[in-house]
């Protein structure tokens, strides 16, 4: 099997495995309200839907064709200047069935995502034998139970996936760096640990050609 990377455009992708072990240190800024009054229904008023996610990842430098990978690609960044792909680290989506090849409906556990789906979020899936898988979500709706939420893809799957082969369903993210400095905490002598701050580019999306 190989890669899948459609619905994205021909943006680069941050090239070093950002560390799983760690929750981001993220700043989710909230675009929709709740209001509850006495005596009348609850409703969510829509405050902001083009709210990017900004936060703070971490990832490892252990060798000198990592460190090269790394400083080479934030030179190819231009500071804060161009955009580029990065899998959120934090699992987003959990299936309940699996994918047929073909198939445009990804079934996943409720998670609240329909309540703030803009239209514009793309996602990953990360298989058991490494593949990753990118498409682009139009729309997340609750099934007639309310016990799972189904994500309409722009693109068909290209492969079965059974329920058991799913690793990983997460948030592809369109981003930059949005510092310029970064932080380095030594750990050993040949080993450091690198914290980036990014932040998602929403408008940006509109911009990227489909299928590619």
Known sequence: M?????????????PLPIDWSRE?????QISRYLFEGRGTASKIEEKNPETPIGFEARFYIGDRETEYTFLDFIHTAIGRTNRFWLRYPQQSFIPVEGLSNGSVILKVEPNNFDLFHVGHERIYIQTTDGDIITRHVTSATYGATFDEVSLQLATAMDRDIALGEFFIV???LLVRFDHDDFNIKILAEDKCEVSLKFIEL????SDLAANR
């Open 170 to 172: 997460g948030r592809y």
């Open 2 to 14: 190989v890669d899948s990377l459609l619905d994205i455009g021909g943006e680069p992708e941050f």
């Open 24 to 28: 981001p240190d993220y700043k989710f």
């Open 202 to 205: 929403i408008r940006d999306y």
